[in-house]
């Protein structure tokens, strides 16, 4: 388009929302708490998370916040983030085992939460592990322990770090 002078102004870009970010402002209990990039996860957590191309980065949701008014006395779950088009939930919380039951009832609420509430961001597609026990500080949980057969079966793996590529 010219200008008074003749010359041309350069267009603006449009910025193109993901599709994570559409369905996080869609869903009215978490509509204003997406964040590019890792903004929505607190500054003493975004250590535990390492992306290898940043361009894949898509952005961050901390459920949590979001929520607690709405859910105080309720186990909710901490964060959601899109990478390469593959959500990811998330908690850091300690990894013992005498926490197992509070992590899967955590995922348990997270689950209701995404059927009932949260509908367009939980149907976007999820990482092939999308439930994630990221430990804030030891690992104290038996491998073979019957413990450890409770998150499997609630489809939470464990890490001491979440690292996509």
Request: aromatic share 10%; hydrophobic share 35%.
């Amino acid at each position: 388009m010219a200008n008074k002078k003749g010359t041309s102004k350069p267009a603006k870009a449009k910025i193109v929302k993901c599709a994570f970010q559409v369905a996080v402002e869609n869903t009215e209990e978490v509509k204003n708490g997406f964040r590019v990039g890792k903004q929505a996860i607190k500054n003493a957590d975004r250590n535990k998370v390492d992306v290898a191309e940043s361009k894949k980065f898509q952005g961050s949701l901390d459920i949590d916040r979001q929520v607690k008014t709405l859910y105080p006395m309720d186990p909710r779950w901490d964060y959601a983030l899109s990478y390469a088009d593959k959500i990811y939930y998330f908690e850091i919380h300690p990894a013992e085992t005498s926490e197992i039951d509070k992590v899967v009832s955590k995922v348990k609420w997270l689950k209701n939460w995404l059927k009932t509430k949260a509908d367009e961001i939980n149907k976007l597609p999820k990482a092939e592990h999308p439930y994630i026990w990221i430990q804030s500080g030891r690992y104290a949980i038996l491998p073979t322990s019957k413990d450890k057969m409770k998150l499997s079966v609630s489809g939470i793996v464990t890490t001491n770090k979440l690292s996509l590529k």
